[in-house]
Antibody, heavy 115, light 107 residues
Framework: EVQLVQSGAEVKKPGESLKISCKGS????????IGWVRQTPGKGLEWMGI????????RYSPSFQGQVTISADKSISTAYLQWNSLKASDTAMYYC????????WGQGTLVTVSS | DIQMTQSPSSLSASVGDRVTITCRAS??????LAWYQQKPGKPPNLLIY???TLQSGVPSRFSGSGSGTDFTLTISSLQPEDVATYYC?????????FGQGTKVEIK
């Protein structure tokens, strides 16, 4: 079974750093794009960016370029989404998903940023 | 960047009704379009890719059509379990933008 399992919920203070993960299994992790999607409470889906684990090629949405870092370690079939300095506005659910048409999706990681 | 606009933003229909959701791209994207269903508290679920290819396991009452700039998702006979928010997404070039979503409810 193809599966993406994300790391658990996080509660952070503004200015702190954070790295969340997405581990793939059941397929050749190196051969599919992994994307990250943000969903704020009661809002829609925002495409943040993608990484191709095979060669670490990374693309960002202009809205998120410079705000986050997307990476992958194909040796452990894991993709990452990282912030250097969180803001309250980063509070959201974050999903990873596989491929160009996203399937499957991870279960989501809730990130709460509050002082 | 190409913008994706869905209509309507929400709709209410009776069980058994035919429901149509529209997604319009601000520039042509050939058939690089996917549709997702998201139920409350759950991640989205792929319904259709390539504008009209039904993902394995998705009920046949769901169908997609269109190419270029105009696309539709049709539910041929609305069922109570179809209550959800539906999103389109383009993937021809980055950014792979989502539409703003259409919330479907039962009347």
């Amino acid at each position: 079974e193809v599966q993406l399992v994300q790391s658990g919920a996080e509660v952070k203070k503004p200015g702190e750093s954070l790295k969340i993960s997405c581990k793939g299994s059941g397929y050749n992790f190196s051969s599919y794009w992994i994307g990250w999607v943000r969903q704020t409470p009661g809002k829609g889906l925002e495409w943040m960016g993608i990484v191709y684990p095979g060669d670490s090629d990374t693309r960002y949405s202009p809205s998120f370029q410079g705000q986050v870092t997307i990476s992958a370690d194909k040796s452990i079939s894991t993709a990452y989404l990282q912030w250097n300095s969180l803001k309250a506005s980063d509070t959201a659910m974050y999903y990873c998903a596989r491929g160009k048409w996203f399937d499957p999706w991870g279960q989501g990681t809730l990130v709460t940023v509050s002082s | 960047d190409i913008q994706m606009t869905q209509s309507p933003s929400s709709l209410s229909a009776s069980v058994g009704d035919r429901v149509t959701i529209t997604c319009r791209a601000s520039q042509a994207i050939t058939n690089y379009l996917a549709w997702y269903q998201q139920k409350p508290g759950k991640p989205p679920n792929l319904l259709i890719y390539g504008a009209s290819t039904l993902q394995s396991g998705v009920p046949s009452r769901f169908s997609g059509s269109g190419s270029g700039t105009d696309f539709t998702l049709t539910i041929s006979s609305l069922q109570p379990e179809d209550v959800a928010t539906y999103y389109c997404q383009k993937y021809n070039s980055v950014p792979w933008t989502f539409g703003q979503g259409t919330k479907v409810e039962i009347k």
